[in-house]
């Protein structure tokens, strides 16, 4: 069964200060993985995805992520947050060609002003 | 263009009692997948809906059923209610694309609150 760990449940950071979260995923088979971000009050919304091709692949708001498959990592980051980033992050994965997303435990985001 | 509405909203049920939630896809999706999600934690895929029939199925009990129409809405029940099932529910829904999926869109969820 695959299964997906998020290394840090809470994180707090000023603005301007580099982000990076670690996800981490069991599974031996070809993935495809995402990061979802929740904002308060909002619904999940997907901030990239990888399937195939660069492993480095950008997102939305600044935001990339990089797929190191030796190390079954999908970490995500942004060189410089901002208020508006404070958030619950959650990396997911899927089998290739599969829609069955499994979600690491989210990470909550603090950007102070 | 609407994306995923989920409803109701909230809904508070005791032990026993039966419940049924609703889902409309985002506009062009055929695929519809609930989650549900304990408090502090990461969603959880209960099951998913393609052609009107369950394609794929979480670790969850047979108290979860589910349902496609035509339109590609869909409902997910839940019987005999246990406080256990106390979480928000999320719909998702996406386009196959060959033998792929596009990537998922969540709605809101429905918050269930069990006495």
């Known amino acids: 069964a695959q299964s997906v760990s998020q290394h840090n449940h809470h994180v707090i950071l000023s603005e301007a200060a580099s982000l990076e979260l670690g996800c981490n995923y069991s599974?031996?088979?070809?993935?495809?993985l995402f990061w979802y971000v929740q904002y308060p009050g909002q619904h999940l919304q997907l901030l990239l995805k990888?399937?195939?091709?660069?492993?480095l692949v950008k997102g939305i708001k600044g935001f990339e992520a990089e797929f190191i498959k030796s190390k079954f990592s999908f970490n995500l980051r942004k060189p410089s947050v901002q208020w508006s980033d404070t958030a619950e992050y959650f990396c997911?994965?899927?089998?290739?060609?599969?829609?069955?997303?499994?979600f690491g435990g989210g990470t909550r985001v603090l950007v102070k002003p | 263009d609407a994306g995923v509405t989920q409803s109701p909203t909230h809904l508070i049920k005791t032990r026993g009692q039966q419940v049924t939630l609703r889902c409309s896809p985002k506009?062009?999706?055929?695929?519809v997948s609930w989650y549900q999600q304990a408090l502090g934690q990461g969603p959880q895929f209960i099951f998913q809906?393609?052609?009107?029939?369950?394609?794929q199925r979480g670790n969850f009990p047979d108290r979860f059923s589910g349902h496609q129409f035509p339109n590609y809405s869909s409902e997910l029940n839940v019987n005999a209610l246990l406080l256990g099932d106390s979480a928000l529910y999320l719909c998702?829904?996406?386009?196959?694309?060959?033998?792929?999926?596009?990537?998922?869109?969540f709605g809101d969820g429905t918050r269930l609150s069990i006495l």
């Open positions: 809906y393609y052609e009107e029939e369950e394609r």
């Open positions: 990888y399937f195939s091709g660069d492993p």
């Open positions: 998702a829904s996406s386009r196959r694309v060959g033998q792929g999926y596009q990537p998922q869109h």
């Open positions: 997911a994965v899927a089998k290739a060609a599969g829609n069955k997303l499994t």
């Open positions: 506009s062009g999706h055929d695929t």
């Open positions: 599974y031996g088979g070809t993935v495809n």
